[in-house]
């Protein structure tokens, strides 16, 4: 039961993540994974000790019973397959959110370097500009939409042409 609640649960974020991040995920996988494997890691380990420790357990039921470490006293493996996969799938919706915002912000900054030239100053760009830079790779006509409703102080958001892509 557990992780077909998981699996329906983090559906639409993994969706929308791999829909904004997918341009990101090739170029910049060293950030989604070292924002996501040591924090997962940890919550999972975290997770074996308070069992271990009696801080906390899971009722049986609502678990497959797939067990990873040997059993305690008890005869409860330690780390459950679907506990450590709530919280690596959990972990993964946050930091893969926040890694594709990192990811864009550096590209966005390469792309706004490369469009000054050798132009003087020009107005800053705000994250409204980044958030439509991050939609714009993902779904660029309800980006447009979305400038028309809100309009940014520039264009510089649109994506460089070939770099829809990645």
Same mark, same amino acid.
């Given at each position: #039961?557990?992780?077909?609640?998981? /699996?329906?649960?983090?559906?639409?974020?993994?969706?929308?993540?791999?829909?904004?991040?997918?341009?990101?995920?090739?170029?910049?996988? #060293?950030?989604?994974?070292?924002?996501?494997?040591?924090?997962?890691?940890?919550?999972?380990?975290?997770?074996?000790?308070? *069992?271990?420790? #009696?801080?906390?357990?899971?009722?049986?039921?609502?678990?497959?019973?797939?067990?990873? @470490?040997?059993?305690?006293?008890?005869?409860?493996?330690?780390?459950?397959?679907?506990?450590? /996969?709530?919280?690596?799938?959990?972990?993964?919706?946050?930091?893969?959110?926040?890694?594709?915002? @990192?990811?864009?912000? *550096?590209?966005?900054?390469?792309?706004? *370097? #490369?469009?000054?030239?050798?132009?003087?100053?020009?107005?800053?760009?705000?994250?409204?500009?980044?958030?439509?830079?991050?939609?714009?790779?993902? /779904?660029?006509?309800?980006?447009?939409?979305?400038?028309?409703?809100?309009?940014?102080?520039?264009?510089?958001?649109?994506?460089?042409?070939? *770099?829809?892509?990645?």
């Amino acid at each position: #039961r557990c992780l077909g609640l998981v /699996a329906s649960f983090f559906a639409p974020v993994f969706a929308l993540i791999l829909n904004l991040g997918s341009r990101y995920l090739l170029s910049h996988w #060293r950030l989604f994974v070292a924002g996501w494997l040591p924090p997962g890691a940890w919550t999972v380990a975290i997770d074996c000790v308070g *069992q271990q420790q #009696r801080v906390w357990r899971f009722p049986q039921t609502f678990l497959t019973g797939v067990a990873t @470490l040997p059993p305690d006293s008890s005869g409860v493996g330690l780390l459950k397959l679907d506990i450590a /996969a709530v919280y690596l799938v959990s972990t993964f919706a946050v930091t893969g959110t926040g890694a594709i915002i @990192l990811a864009a912000a *550096q590209e966005f900054a390469a792309q706004r *370097q #490369r469009q000054r030239g050798g132009e003087g100053e020009q107005e800053p760009e705000t994250l409204w500009h980044l958030g439509l830079f991050i939609l714009h790779g993902a /779904a660029p006509a309800l980006a447009e939409r979305a400038a028309a409703v809100v309009p940014p102080s520039s264009s510089a958001w649109r994506l460089a042409p070939g *770099q829809a892509d990645g």
